[in-house]
């Protein structure tokens, strides 16, 4: 190992530590480090074989936080897990850390708050604004119309 290389595979391992990374956002850090190819892939499997890169632990701590803290729906996860490298299990894995009676109460209640804040009399544009503010949430379009349709 070159000293290059074990100088970039310390500050990735730091990187690393500070919070979970996916392999691709490792790859972009060690390309500004002027590190590349074989070199790179060669840090990236010391960073896997130490634990410090783990892309289904990411995925699943990805998840669930920006699913209890944000509030977003799986669709919103789901692309932007995708637009990180994230696919097929690990995608799986991290879908299932959103409980489907948690997922249905969370929306309920981001929809109550909402409705809240909406000043028309008019139901049915009240209700659209609602739909249009759930679906930029990233949830499902016949989950919101359920949610909607039990609370009238």
């Known amino acids: 190992m ?20 996916t392999q691709q956002e490792v790859r972009d850090r060690l390309k500004e480090w ?4 074989d070199d790179a892939e060669e840090v990236i499997a010391e960073l896997i074989q130490q634990n ?3 892309e289904e632990r990411f995925a699943k701590s990805f ?7 944000k509030g ?6 789901k692309q932007h897990l995708q637009q990180r490298g994230i696919s097929g299990y690990n995608l799986d894995q991290a879908m299932k ?16 708050k909402k409705r809240q804040t909406i000043r028309d009399d008019n139901p049915l544009v009240v209700k659209q ?19 909607l349709g039990q609370e009238e």
């Not at 002027?34 to 190819?37: K, P, S």
């Not at 998840?63 to 803290?69: C, I, S």
């Open 2 to 21: 070159t000293d290059l290389v074990k100088d970039a595979l310390s500050k990735a391992a730091m990187f690393c530590a500070y919070q979970e990374r």
């Open 34 to 37: 002027g590190v590349f190819g």
């Open 52 to 54: 410090y890169l783990n």
């Open 63 to 69: 998840a669930g936080g920006k699913f209890r803290v």
């Open 72 to 77: 977003w729906g799986k669709r919103k996860i």
């Open 97 to 112: 850390e959103i409980a489907p009676d948690d997922y249905r109460e969370t929306l309920t209640e981001l929809l109550t």
């Open 129 to 147: 604004k609602l739909v249009r503010y759930a679906l930029s949430k990233g949830y499902e379009s016949e989950l919101i119309f359920s949610v």
